[in-house]
């Protein structure tokens, strides 16, 4: 897929799972269960060893899910993650040098910011989110909202801290996209391979979001 294509994927699903594990095969099972679930997206941390490894199983596997690495944290371990086929690069933080090596390399990048200086640095270095991490101590939803008062030509995904009550308030509060780590893929579910609990939290958040978004276009 091209980095536009990525990007309207993300737009379009408006979830960002992340699987931060230890275990390879939690996250192989993670990512089998999501796309099983409709949302064929999934964020790889790199604090797994053998997040790399991961990526290109699952690119192999599944090239039409959108599979990148996340917690990256210096150009080096950009590279090693796009050489492995990650379609995105994301960071807790504005970084720099990752930035500029996914946009080298023409790999769709979302780095994290938190105050309005930040996010406005990401944006104008070529990122294509911005991530708000981390949401929930920001000020969660009505935080992004005052974002979005001044900043409404820059794409958020907010992420930390997001759950099943706040997903719809962010989604309404303006941004495009949320991040959600283990309460849709909680570490209990991954370890005992609880399928059907995985895809009804999906199911969940995949309401949430299209909810929100059809309450915000009957608001227009």
């Known amino acids: 897929m091209t980095r536009v294509e990525i990007c309207a994927r993300i737009n379009e699903i408006g ?26 997206i999934l964020e790889i941390s790199l604090t797994l060893h053998e ?61 994290g910011a938190i105050t309005p200086s930040e996010v406005i640095a990401a944006w104008k270095a070529g990122a294509d989110f911005v991530k708000i991490f981390p949401a929930a101590t920001a000020g969660g939803p009505q935080y992004v909202r005052a974002l979005k008062v ?25 941004a495009t996209a949320i991040g959600i780590g283990s309460e849709l893929l909680p570490a209990l579910a991954l370890q005992n391979k609880q399928t059907g609990r995985i895809q009804e939290l999906a199911r969940r958040f995949t309401k949430l979001v299209q909810e929100a978004r059809e309450q915000l276009l009957s608001m227009q």
């Open 15 to 40: 979830i960002v799972p992340c699987a931060r594990v230890q275990v390879p095969g939690h996250a192989l099972f993670a990512a089998e269960t999501l796309y099983r679930s409709c949302i064929p």
């Open 51 to 111: 997040a790399p490894a991961v990526i290109e199983e699952l690119v192999k596997r599944h090239p039409d899910m959108v599979v990148g690495a996340g917690t990256v944290l210096d150009a080096e371990e950009a590279r090693r993650a796009i050489d492995a086929g990650a379609m995105f690069i994301t960071s807790p933080g504005y970084v720099p040098e990752v930035v500029e090596c996914a946009e080298k390399a023409d790999v769709t990048v979302f780095p």
């Open 150 to 174: 001044s900043l409404t030509h820059i794409p958020l995904i907010v992420t930390g801290g997001v759950n099943q009550l706040t997903a719809f308030d962010y989604i309404l509060a303006g």
